[in-house]
């Protein structure tokens, strides 16, 4: 069984569909999914957390393939708030809910290897790969950064995919290093600079495994991240899996179309259940 964990809010469940979908299509182990989320419409009405009904809903999607698969739901807002809800970066372009996965340690219920996946990934080949490779050494393994690697370090490491040794991490103490980090200083990404400063046992991954630009042959994740265009000035691009027409229109890829198909199919006999 291979232990996966998302976190968010009811805004990117149409992502966790998404990237389920994929994972589900092309790896044949079962998949125990742990969805980390919390309530914080006390600060933002939008901040409200994924249902056990969206749980429902994404299990029943992945069973399809394996009757094994699970998901669980994990409301971890009472953790948050106690750890990092006056953290220094719970104003930037991102949500709070990327803090979650710094959070995983604390979590009880979690296994002691994981694989984080941000939600807007798409997954072209059997997961098992990555999720075997042998953590025993290290804390954590990440691809290189696409942007960071030419501007902040050539080995900076991408937060989007990360396999988790949660039993490392809970001796090292790393995790808690970077709740810290974010509490103390203010950053441009957050997570993910804590992720690279404070985890001194980390695997650097091919590139295959969280492919943030286009995808090739041997790409096993392609992760649909922010993108830097450089003519006729340098502006940024950001396109997510779920916005069908401008992956199609844009970007020019049609090649999960039939994961488009299965999620629009799930999307409209919802809406006609709720009718």
Known sequence: MINLMLCGNYKVFDGMLITLLSISKNTNEALNVYVITMDLTDENEVFKPVTQNDIDILENAIKQ???????????????????????????????????????????????????????????????????????????????????????????????GVVLINLKKVRETNSFEKCRKMCMERRMMLPDQTALNDCCEHKLILEDKYNEQYKRHEDTLIRHFSMQLLYFPIIRPRNIKPWEIDKVHEIYKIHDYDDIYEEFLKIKNKVKEEIK
């Open 65 to 159: 393939k394996n009757a094994e698969s699970k998901v669980t739901l994990v409301d971890a807002t009472k953790l948050y708030k106690e750890e990092m809800l006056k953290n220094r970066n719970k104003k930037t372009h991102y949500t709070p809910y990327i803090f979650l996965r710094l959070l995983s340690d604390k979590l009880t219920q979690l296994p002691d290897k994981i694989l984080y996946l941000d939600v807007d990934i798409v997954c072209y080949k059997d997961l098992a790969e990555l999720y075997n490779i042998d953590m025993e050494n290290y804390e954590v393994a990440m691809a290189r950064d696409f942007i960071g690697r030419k501007w902040i370090n050539k080995n900076y490491l991408n937060s």
